[in-house]
């Protein structure tokens, strides 16, 4: 039995910089991650079935998942298909039962279900003893979305191509993040829909990302008004009243708001606690679905 922690992203810096041949798209950003995490629990799963056809019993390795969030459908999650991809790839024919504690905002920019899925990767390489490497689960992860490479690594990571070339920045100094998710309703295909709503004005060269990959080496250059994301030119038509979230924000004292990957989260990055705290409390005190983070 195994424990692993799936952390949460934001996107210091999100460039779209063309469409590619293969219908994806060219990006260049700095992730994050912070220690707003779900955690999984691995078992293995072995079950003991009499056959009438041979008359004996027969020991069968199945793959379970529960999720303390009702919402959580694992058909439509990337974790079953991370589970289902290991196994045909390694040709293994163990089982498991994995347990979700699911805290990270579910459909909301942050990464979360690409975070579950790497964590099922590496969980299960440790519990069925595969000893696939990291360049192998790399591939993997690559195969199931742009975010999950990211998350085997973690940290503070230059992200390039379609998510799959990853290089590790020094670390941003220590800041704390405070998130507000508004209580939108799932829009589906909402990436696609973000990437499709991009006119060739909003693509850029990456010079942002540069700024701040620059800003990240120099330790202390990096400041709130380097962060990027080009969604913002589009995701507010896709969210109405996303707007009113974010004046809102910012009356409650929030600076240098930014969209949560494809949103509709929000955060701020802060370099103090005491204000991080405040600003948290006074979200909470309006009644609006919140959290308070920190860098790692």
Not at 207 to 229: C, W, Y
């Amino acid at each position: 039995m195994a424990d692993i922690k799936a952390l949460a992203k934001i996107n210091l810096t999100l460039e779209v910089l063309a469409e590619r041949p293969d219908g994806f798209h060219e990006i260049r950003s700095v992730i994050q991650t912070i220690d707003l995490c779900d955690t999984l629990r691995f078992r293995s799963n072995r079950q003991l079935r009499f056959s009438y056809d041979d008359l004996r019993f027969r020991s069968e390795r199945q793959l379970s998942f529960i999720c303390d969030n009702p919402d959580f459908i694992v058909e439509e999650s990337l974790v079953s298909k991370a589970a289902a991809m290991l196994q045909e790839a390694s040709g293994s024919a163990e089982g498991a039962t994995i347990e979700i504690k699911k805290r990270i905002p579910m459909v909301a920019g942050l990464g979360g279900d690409s975070s579950d899925a790497a964590a099922v990767l590496s969980g299960l390489n440790k519990l069925w003893k595969l000893r696939l490497s990291p360049l192998e689960l790399l591939e993997l992860a690559s195969r199931l979305g742009s975010d999950v490479p990211f998350f085997l690594y973690g940290g503070t990571v230059l992200v390039e191509g379609r998510g799959e070339k990853l290089k590790a920045l020094p670390p941003l100094p220590r800041r704390w993040v405070v998130l507000l998710v508004p209580p939108f309703s799932r829009v589906k295909g909402k990436t696609t829909k973000l990437y499709a709503g991009l006119k060739p004005g909003h693509y850029t060269d990456g010079q942002i990302t540069e700024k701040m990959v620059k800003a990240l080496h120099d330790k202390r250059g990096f400041k709130p008004s380097l962060l990027f994301n080009t969604f913002e030119n589009v995701a507010f038509d896709l969210f109405p009243k996303l707007k009113i979230y974010r004046d809102h924000f910012i009356k409650l004292g929030a600076y240098n708001v930014h969209l949560a990957g494809s949103g509709p989260a929000l955060f701020a990055v802060l370099d103090d606690k005491f204000q991080a705290e405040n600003l948290y409390a006074r979200c909470q005190l309006q009644g609006l679905e919140c959290y308070l983070a920190e860098t790692l």
